[in-house]
């Protein structure tokens, strides 16, 4: 692990941090190693799968995480002299520390000026967007992140393979102009196909709201009479015995569900 890259990142963070409103101008620890983690996913895509700051990520609870790379958050936060505040979780019933940096300070703003001409442009991106989408929503942003390539790939426990989010090529602009592999339309074409789409509107817009649609077959409704009750009976016959209702219990998942067709993106995703 490079570990001066990952103090810039987390000294970054903070200080894009300060930029925003009020409530999400602190990061507690989790939200800043995901920062982390994001920023090596960023650069990864454009590098072969090579992160920047060479940290062996594991699928660990739920996410990406590092304990080298999370022992750098306390000591970083000071070195910048952050402001910290304790904070008691509910959930984890522990006590954690929140971040933040006064944006009137004209060191915050050094910080990050300096910080963001020095950081690869994708990855400050990255760092910018999830702070300002997420702030300090903890679950939208674990739910963000385990959901990212490397980790649909893993299973608990095992390292990351960056190499799942490496970005096809775009098509060069020589085999745009080959007719074979051509996607863009004649200008006939685009005024078809504009004057088609322009004519189903309107033919929708004279269409009352819930009214069948012209050509469309509405079946009537089935009777509720003594056959469909016959047949509900029937079906679910089939269905087998019913499952007695357990209130209170542990429900163990076979390993292979971490390989799953559910988990793994497809090539049509």
Not at 121 to 139: E, K, N, P, V, Y
Not at 182 to 204: A, M
Not at 218 to 230: G, H
Request: a negative charge; charged letters at 25%.
């Amino acid at each position: 692990m490079k570990t001066d890259l990952v103090d810039k990142i987390l000294q970054y963070a903070l200080a894009r941090a300060a930029q925003e409103d009020f409530g999400n101008r602190e990061l507690g620890p989790i939200h800043l190693l995901k920062l982390v983690y994001l920023s090596d996913l960023e650069f990864a895509k454009t590098h072969g799968g090579q992160t920047f700051t060479e940290t062996p990520w594991r699928f660990h609870h739920f996410g990406p995480w590092d304990f080298s790379a999370f022992q750098r958050i306390a000591p970083v936060m000071e070195g910048i002299g952050a402001s910290a505040r304790p904070v008691v979780s509910a959930r984890f019933e522990s006590e954690t520390t929140f971040w933040s940096l006064d944006p009137r300070d004209a060191g915050t703003e050094r910080l990050y000026v300096e910080l963001d001409g020095e950081l690869p442009a994708r990855m400050t991106l990255a760092i910018s967007r999830a702070i300002h989408d997420f702030g300090r929503d903890t679950s939208a942003l674990l739910d963000f992140v385990y959901k990212t390539p490397p980790m649909t790939v893993a299973a608990p426990g095992e390292l990351l393979d960056f190499s799942q989010a490496v970005r096809a090529p775009r098509p060069s602009f020589a085999m745009m102009q080959d007719g074979s592999a051509s996607l863009s339309l004649s200008r006939r074409q685009k005024r078809t196909q504009e004057e088609l789409k322009q004519g189903l509107l309107e033919k929708l817009r004279k269409t009352p709201a819930g009214s069948p649609r012209p050509g469309c077959v509405v079946p009537p409704p089935a009777p509720r009479d003594q056959i469909f009750a016959d047949g509900v009976r029937w079906l679910d016959c089939m269905a087998g015995a019913p499952v007695p209702e357990i209130l209170d219990g542990v429900l163990d998942f076979d390993h292979s569900v971490w390989r799953s067709d559910m988990r793994t993106p497809s090539e049509l995703s």
